[in-house]
């Protein structure tokens, strides 16, 4: 069932069994699998079902400090299906060292583990539109015959494999499934601008929605779940500050920290001795079913070199006749004496190419790696004195990356190298000056992935995260968060995939309550 917030009567009570906050991946995920049930699930959108500029406008951010950071009313979406409406599909499942608690790395370390998590990966895989739950080399290769992973020793460096959603835009994929439930209300058109507890301050009573015609609503359910992204659900418990003034979650002053993303840069090539075949790194559809792998370095080579978990995408270069002077930059960045023979004869052969119009070389890739950035209590989220049209306070980002990451970069790099000169591959080469050591500062050319993570980070003691390992807000026992704003550490791999894996998770712990409530009544 759909409504329009903005066509109701102001002032109107909203009452059902459970409220989602958010139609992202999350919520639309979360509600999905309460379809066809007896509970009444409320399912609030602030947007409508298309982009509108006055939406994203309430997502206007600054960054005042730290890290330079792109708008985000540029990355995340304002409409119903959120930001899977331009999420590039891509779903691999964190890996079991994302889940460990690591020495080197502080603030890491789940409550839970993969294994945790295998099941709802599981459940997952329909939602997305994948092929199957496999993401095993092996039977990839099995599956496809023409893939071939490059042979590098995979105690070192190994293949991450990816499948690629269509992508699935969970909009228009289940608007129609949502929509049409008796027992899933939509409601379009309605922010919820503030949480409101209980006298005691136990639970959440109620929740306010506005829109800009100007409409006030009140919602009123037995649980509540956040699932409006990393920087909106730290946003939204921080700007409910009336009962209590830190904001709602928030006693130890952790909610809107460890604010994480994934840190994405080119910062070497790879140029073989001579072509193979590597159409299991690059998505070519016509030679196999959406399926890519990346380079990855092994859980005992991170603990070793004591750096971040990554991932290593190759994409072709592009070659032209300027090839001799890019190639003189590339010695005099420290080539050693003993590699310039191979250096040499790569050069010759790439000279030989006669051709008067730019074509690709099958042997040169640039090499872009993402990884997890480690988890910073100084890195955060903000609420500013400045208002939206709704009158929600504006978010302040407080992007703070650190020497890890510098480090876990070049490591990654140099070790992809050294595989690829043992195997007589080919050779890495490092690009001048981009990543300096003695340097704290970053390059202003630092990205993120758009891939938002932390700020109601996940532990069992509430002095060290805002939600448990079920994902309740630990000082409220009827509010819970969906999505990346829980997790404790970014993994290598894109977020989308666990996040709906984590959110069944959750549906099913609510539905364990419910039972347990109804079973004890």
């Known amino acids: 069932m759909h409504i329009d917030a903005r066509k109701i009567e102001n002032n109107s009570i909203i009452e059902g069994d459970i409220c989602i906050i958010g139609a992202g ?3 639309i995920s979360i509600a999905l699998d309460w379809l066809h049930t007896s509970k009444k699930v409320i399912l609030l959108e602030g947007g409508g079902f298309e982009y509108e500029e006055q939406m994203q406008d309430l997502y206007k951010t600054k960054t005042s400090n730290g890290q ?38 502080d603030h890491s370390g789940w409550p839970i583990t993969k294994k945790d998590l295998d099941p709802y990966y599981e459940r997952s895989v329909d939602l997305f539109e994948l092929k199957c739950s496999e993401f095993d080399l092996e039977y990839w290769k099995e599956e496809k015959p023409n893939l071939k992973n490059l042979p590098l020793d995979e105690k070192v460096v190994w293949s991450k494999i990816w499948q690629l959603s269509p ?3 969970f909009g228009t994929k289940y608007k129609d499934d949502i929509v049409n439930a008796k027992n899933i209300h939509l409601y379009t058109y309605a922010n919820v601008v503030n949480l409101e507890m209980d006298n005691e301050h136990s639970q959440i009573r109620q929740v306010t929605i506005k829109n800009h015609i100007g409409k006030t609503h009140q919602v009123k359910a037995k649980y509540f779940i956040l699932a409006c992204g990393a920087i ?3 946003r939204l418990l921080l700007a409910s500050n009336t009962q209590s003034k830190n904001g709602i979650g928030n006693d130890n002053d952790l909610v809107g920290r ?51 978990n990554g991932t290593t995408y190759l994409i072709p270069l592009i070659y032209n006749r300027r090839i001799e002077d890019k190639y003189e930059r590339w010695r005099n960045f420290g080539v050693q004496k003993k590699e310039r023979s191979t250096w040499d004869k790569i050069k010759n052969r790439l000279l030989k190419i006669k051709e008067s119009q730019e074509t690709n070389i099958d042997k040169a890739y640039g ?15 903000f609420i500013d004195s400045e208002k939206d049209a709704l009158g929600m306070p504006k978010v302040d980002v407080d992007w703070k990356v650190s020497q890890i990451e510098k480090k876990s970069l070049i490591k990654i790099h140099q070790i992809i190298g050294q595989q690829m000169g043992v195997s007589n591959l080919g050779r890495i080469k490092l690009m001048e000056n981009l990543l300096d050591l003695n ?17 109601t980070r996940m532990n069992n003691n509430p002095k060290e995260g805002v939600v448990d390992s079920d994902c309740k807000v630990h000082s409220l026992n009827n509010l819970y968060i969906a999505g990346s704003s829980c997790f404790p550490t970014g993994g290598a791999a894109n977020p989308t995939f666990t996040i709906v894996a ?3 998770r959750l549906s099913d712990h609510i539905k364990d309550v419910l039972d347990k409530t109804n079973h004890n009544s």
């Open 68 to 105: 330079e950071y792109f708008p985000i009313e540029h990355s995340r979406l304002h409409y119903f299906g959120g930001t899977t409406g331009h999420w590039g599909g891509y779903c691999s499942p964190y890996d079991d060292i994302d889940f460990e608690k690591r020495e080197w790395v």
């Open 258 to 308: 460890f604010f994480m993303e994934h840190i994405e840069m080119k910062i070497s090539e790879l140029w073989l001795e001579k072509p193979l075949n590597m159409n299991l790194y690059l998505f070519r559809e016509s030679v196999h079913s959406r399926i890519k792998a990346e380079l990855a370095i092994s859980s005992e080579i991170q603990r070793k070199n004591e750096i971040l």
């Open 25 to 27: 991946a999350a919520g």
């Open 167 to 169: 992508p699935t835009r």
């Open 232 to 234: 909106q659900n730290s």
């Open 367 to 381: 090499l872009f790696t993402r990884i997890e950035q480690a988890p910073n209590p100084n890195s955060r989220i």
């Open 502 to 504: 984590l959110s069944l």
């Open 439 to 455: 340097d704290e500062s970053w390059l202003k050319s630092t990205n993120g992935g758009w891939h938002q993570m932390g700020t």
